[in-house]
């Protein structure tokens, strides 16, 4: 009944397209961040009519449902410093909610620019240091840990609640940098902040009627199958493998962000 109803609606090639891209997107942030490069674009490909807001928060339900799967499998296999943990996440949830509540004020086209230079410094930097992320490089006190990733959880926090594509990556390159964590950590601990994030901009973008839920439903279901794919084979290869999953997403957010901009 369910599905003869989405067919009904919305058609076999829309559910197929978003179906497929959903696993892809679910795929990719399992091993290196980044599936919203995937999974937005489709929604806004496919409902090109439709309000931004709702289409954030279809994406977003979508995108927890995975990320959050992701984060158990993870944590099975590494050991988290659960305090750490709790402080950026906290800082993370209340720059996520604001992010989220002034998505309707902020014109998104005038940080592209700025968000484009980032990611061709963090493309660059990732391939010319060829051991980055292969080995934990850092031993820093709790402390500095604590503020650094603080400052990483306002600012991509932010970022999360009123765009998003490309927060995982961020976060993973920021552990990876300033807390000097080695790939699959960083990965890991990007996957449950990440879910803190997005609950904190799901419960804004819900509360307000800005989500389709049958086809955030459907995309959950094919998210949820990918992140467990991409969760294995990460865990299974190690960080050589997601540091060059990385680096191709951070290209492909170069692509996209550069043909957005010129357009």
Not at 21 to 35: E, Q, W
Not at 134 to 148: C, G, I, P
Not at 232 to 243: D, I, S, T
């Amino acid at each position: 009944m369910f599905f003869t109803e989405l067919l009904h609606d919305y058609g076999f090639w829309t559910l197929g397209i978003l179906s497929v891209f959903a696993f892809l997107a679910g795929f990719v942030d399992a091993v290196a961040g980044g599936g919203g490069l995937i999974q937005l674009p489709a929604l806004l490909i496919q409902f090109p009519n439709t309000a931004i807001p709702t289409l954030f928060g279809t994406n977003k339900i979508a995108a927890f449902s995975g990320t959050s799967i992701s984060a158990i499998q993870y944590g099975r296999r590494i050991r988290f410093d659960f305090k750490l943990l709790a402080i950026v996440s906290f800082f993370a949830a209340l720059a996520s909610y604001a992010g989220a509540r002034v998505v309707s004020y902020i014109d998104v086209q005038t940080l592209k620019p700025i968000i484009l230079v980032i990611l061709i410094v963090m493309v660059v930097y990732t391939i010319l240091k060829k051991d980055l992320g292969l080995n934990q490089t850092k031993e820093l006190t709790f402390k500095k840990q604590a503020f650094y990733g603080a400052i990483l959880a306002v600012l991509l926090g932010f970022y999360d609640g009123f765009f998003g594509p490309g927060t995982g990556s961020f976060f993973v390159l920021g552990f990876v940098l300033f807390l000097g964590f080695e790939f699959i950590q960083a990965s890991a601990y990007a996957k449950v902040i990440n879910c803190v994030t997005n609950i904190s901009a799901i419960y804004v973008f819900v509360s307000q009627g800005f989500f389709m839920p049958w086809i955030a439903l459907l995309m959950a279901v094919f998210n949820i199958a990918g992140t467990l794919t991409g969760t294995r084979m990460a865990l299974r290869k190690g960080n050589a493998f997601v540091r060059i999953v990385f680096i191709v997403v951070v290209s492909l957010l170069i692509i996209r962000y550069a043909y957005d901009l010129f357009q």
